[in-house]
């Protein structure tokens, strides 16, 4: 049907009579003719005209439904570009700015000095120690990929750029070398780095701490918000990696080290052992095994055992003085204990 309509333009007339119509078709081929049908016939071609118009209703919903769909994905499309472009905007020059301490995309402006710097680390290196920069305090920044000076935000308010892949508002901290799991301690009240799930807050030393020293270190209340005792950084927010001795001290990792490189043993505070001494015990028991002391040595002594703080009284020797507690020779010579009154 739908094909003959296509090769046909066709038009009807209704004679006087009723009964009958008269159908001029015009084929593409032939000439004109003249075709008569019984009003049964023209019930049926009414039917199919029915037919047929439905079906051009339907193909034009179709067509506009089809219309509505394209519209819809082109503007889809023009969305995900423009977010692709964002995207992109936001990460513009991604690592390839920063100083020695942070790789980020801004310069910070000390409200002390009034000075700019890349970080607090490097306002406080440059006037050795005259003043430091506390991190809270800044408030305003330098965009280095536009230069514009804005207050503090992660987003440059001029180019768009992401000044910072990781950014903390409290601390006023960015840095795009995300490697790093940066996390916010709300205790510390500072950002730490090496991802939040590995750490812990101890609440009596102060400080975030490796999950592996849960329940098994020695707590020194405030023990990070001191100095190291072999360079003197403060550690609690020192760059360096610092590590929890057994007696709960703690001292930079690299100073550490540097100690045990030396034979220093013991720590710098209290002079307790910091490591498994036990096989150098037993060499000691032998030397003092093979060297006699002559005659007018073999006296007792008083000592103090700097490992379990007890005193005990034994043989002088020359080599060393083993504790009558723990077996340990780290030890010193004391008084003797005061005797109590009868």
């Known amino acids: 049907m739908f094909f003959l309509i296509q090769r046909s333009i066709f038009l009807w007339r209704i004679l006087d009579s009723g009964s009958e119509f008269l159908f001029p078709i015009f084929p593409l081929v032939d000439n004109e003719r003249s075709l008569s049908f ?21 193909a ?19 969305t995900d570009a423009d977010s692709s472009a964002a995207d992109s905007r936001l990460g513009f020059g991604k690592m390839e700015f920063g100083c020695m301490h942070y790789r980020r ?46 207050p503090v935000a992660q ?28 996390f916010h301690c709300n205790d510390c009240g500072i950002c730490r780095v090496g991802g939040k799930e590995n750490f812990f807050h101890c609440q009596k030393c102060g400080s975030c701490y490796s999950d592996g020293l849960r ?3 020695s707590c020194v209340e405030h023990s990070m918000r001191r100095h190291c005792p072999i360079c003197y950084e403060y550690l609690f927010d020192s760059l360096k ?3 929890v001795l057994k007696c709960g001290h703690t001292i930079h990792e690299e100073c550490y080290d540097e100690m045990l490189e030396h ?21 000691l028991d032998e030397e003092i095994a093979a060297t006699i002391m002559p005659e007018d040595y073999r006296y007792k002594v008083w000592i103090l055992c700097n490992d379990c703080n007890k005193v005990s009284e034994v043989f002088f020797h020359i080599v060393g003085h083993k504790c009558g507690h723990c077996n340990s020779y780290n030890t010193r010579t004391t008084s003797p204990p005061a005797v109590p009154p009868q």
């Open 38 to 58: 019984s009003s049964g016939a023209v019930r049926s071609f009414a039917v199919t005209s029915s037919v047929f118009v439905t079906a051009m209703e339907t």
């Open 60 to 78: 034009a919903s179709v067509v506009t439904d089809s219309s509505t769909v394209t519209d819809s994905t082109v503007t889809d499309s023009s």
């Open 105 to 150: 995309r801004c310069k910070i402006r000390a409200p002390c000095c009034n000075e700019i710097f890349y970080c607090r680390h490097c306002h406080n290196e440059s006037n050795s120690g005259l003043h430091e920069l506390c991190r809270r305090d800044v408030q305003r920044v330098i965009c280095l990929v536009c230069d514009t000076e804005q």
């Open 155 to 182: 987003v440059c308010s001029n180019c768009g750029v992401n000044m910072g892949e990781y950014f903390c508002d409290v601390c006023k901290f960015y840095d795009d070398d995300l490697g790093k799991g940066q």
């Open 215 to 217: 329940d098994k270190h």
């Open 241 to 243: 990696e610092t590590r």
């Open 263 to 283: 034979a220093r043993y013991t720590c710098p505070i209290c002079s307790k052992s910091v490591c498994d001494m036990s096989k150098y015990w037993r060499q």
